[in-house]
């Protein structure tokens, strides 16, 4: 019986399906398949119904399931107690990133935690702060940045900088929307990267605390787009200051990006992990790390 055996089984368990699961775990169906035969055939017992919807456990899989659980539980802690006692961490840490690298300060931080601790790997992930803290309860990520406070009890978000975002516009419409009234905003195009960004629940918030709805919006995949279209005059977005600045030193003469202040558009950027692993070495150096980097005030993004 191995443990990657187990976690197959606790991983399949959890979703219910061979497809997800295979997601979940970076590998093929047929291996994920392979998993639960190999242990089937090794405990003598069906752990599985194998159902036109799915995966649904036996009666003796439910059993065996919360078992299994506490045995990779196990595993881990002794890995992590291992790691203490030998001084040295190692393995690879998968972090999510809601948006750039240089405003997160990926770069400080894979060269100060390098200094530190050689021995571990920062694997990094571009992805939203909504999907970040979804990766986070299924073990797909470590650790991640987001913006605003966590969905849940089992994320920890660690405060790092609070971040002002700013109704960006492209500049042919500075006489249309540059001092205008937040019922007109509510009539003009707006673009935005996630329906699960904190950056749009604030913005409509904003606009449902006036009794207004946005007429109409466009979703991208990026923050690149973004800066793109509201460049090219298709829309007004959210944006940091950094990129607006940003977004005109790359710009094409014609395309400049200006900025109005919206009442109350700020968020906590945090770095986020799950409760549990508050106490795991490798979590604690990586936190330490990030805050060290971001306590340096010479490297406030701007």
Not at 2 to 23: D, K, M, N, S
Not at 100 to 119: K, S
Not at 228 to 237: D, T
Not at 248 to 273: D, K, P, Q
Request: with cysteine; net charge negative; charged share 25%.
């Amino acid at each position: 019986m191995e443990l990657y055996q187990l976690r197959t089984f606790v991983i399949v368990a959890e979703e219910g399906h061979l497809t997800r699961a295979a997601e979940r775990l970076f590998a093929s169906q047929p291996t994920v398949s392979s998993h639960i035969k190999a242990l089937e055939r090794e405990l003598g017992v069906p752990l599985f119904l194998r159902t036109p919807r799915g995966m649904r456990l036996t009666e003796t899989g439910r059993r065996l399931r919360d078992r299994a659980a506490n045995i990779l539980k196990g595993a881990e802690d002794l890995r992590r107690e291992a790691q203490v006692l030998s001084k040295q961490l190692v393995g690879d840490v998968r972090l999510g990133l809601n948006t750039d690298a240089e405003f997160l300060r990926v770069v400080p931080l894979i060269t100060t935690l390098a200094d530190v601790h050689p021995g571990l790997n920062l694997q990094f992930v571009q992805s939203s702060s909504g999907a970040i803290q979804e990766e986070l309860k299924s073990g797909t990520l470590d650790g991640g940045f987001i913006f605003g406070e966590p969905r849940t009890r089992d994320i920890v978000a660690i405060p790092l900088l609070e971040t002002q975002f700013y109704g960006a516009y492209p500049a042919s419409w500075e006489e249309e929307v540059g001092s205008a009234p937040m019922e007109r905003l509510a009539h003009v195009p707006w673009i935005h990267t996630a329906k699960d960004c904190p950056c749009q629940s604030l913005l409509d918030r904003l606009f449902d605390a006036n009794g207004l709805k946005i007429a109409k919006t466009t979703e991208v995949d990026g923050d690149e787009v973004t800066k793109v279209l509201v460049a090219s005059g298709k829309g007004m977005a959210l944006l940091r200051e950094d990129e607006i600045a940003a977004a005109n030193r790359s710009g094409h003469e014609g395309h400049e990006v200006r900025y109005r202040e919206l009442e109350g558009i700020s968020l906590n950027l945090c770095f986020a992990h799950l409760r549990r692993r508050e106490s795991d070495p490798v979590m604690q150096a990586v936190v330490r790390t990030a805050l060290r980097v971001w306590a340096k005030k010479d490297e406030t993004p701007s």
